[in-house]
């Protein structure tokens, strides 16, 4: 299985980025797919699962209404759209396989290599 992550970056605060993930090694869709970032010196924290059928999403309230996550399975695609970007959202954002929670992320294992996101002014 390997997980590759793109589209990081610096952003002010309020902008947007969107962040992919490629999977190979694995059937795209056979999973949920998750969304988790980590920030200096602080736990993997989850932002956003997407069901394996694409057809249901859960998101960590502080992203509610800002990121999107989002699946192209003809891609082996994995999305994630940010927007209205805050300095909190600073982090290496990783894409995983497997479902997560408020309570629970994929262990390192399953993740991708991260991609850094920094939003200041």
């Known amino acids: 299985v390997q997980l590759v992550e793109s589209g990081g970056g610096w952003v002010q605060p309020g902008g947007s980025l969107t962040l992919s993930c490629v999977g190979s090694?694995?059937?795209?869709?056979?999973?949920?797919m998750t969304w988790l970032r980590r920030a200096p010196g602080k736990a993997p924290e989850w932002v956003s699962t997407i069901s394996k059928y694409g057809d249901i999403t859960y998101n960590e309230d502080s992203v509610k209404g800002r990121f999107t996550i989002s699946t192209d399975n003809s891609r082996n695609t994995l999305y994630l759209q940010m927007r209205s970007l805050r300095p909190e959202d600073t982090a290496a954002y990783y894409c995983?396989?497997?479902?997560?929670?408020?309570?629970?992320?994929?262990?390192?294992?399953?993740w991708g290599q991260g991609t850094q996101v920094t939003v200041s002014s």
């Open positions: 090694g694995f059937t795209f869709g056979s999973s949920d």
């Open positions: 995983a396989l497997g479902t997560g929670s408020t309570w629970y992320v994929p262990g390192p294992e399953f």
